[in-house]
């Protein structure tokens, strides 16, 4: 692989690791208002649902190009 293509690869797995840092956020945000609501909304466990569903397929992602969060810690 090239230099080039090394970088642009490390730069790709950077975004992904943000990306699903930022999900992970999310969920557990949704989550936390869903877990507190007495009854809680279609659209809030919808939400939820939907975040979790995000932050999983990202760490799918991420063990597919084998990418660790340790490895790219700033």
Avoid: C, N
């Avoid at 999310?26 to 869903?34: A, G, L, T, Y």
């Avoid at 939907?50 to 810690?73: G, N, V």
């Amino acid at each position: 692989m090239g230099r080039k293509k090394k970088k642009q690869k490390r730069e790709v797995d950077e975004l992904l690791l943000d990306a699903i840092f930022s999900i992970e956020r999310e969920w557990k945000q949704v989550k936390s208002i869903v877990g507190r609501s007495i009854e809680p909304s279609f659209d809030g466990s919808s939400t939820e649902k939907l975040a979790q569903s995000k932050y999983l397929f990202l760490l799918r992602e991420a063990k597919h190009r084998k990418i660790s969060a340790i490895r790219y810690s700033k």
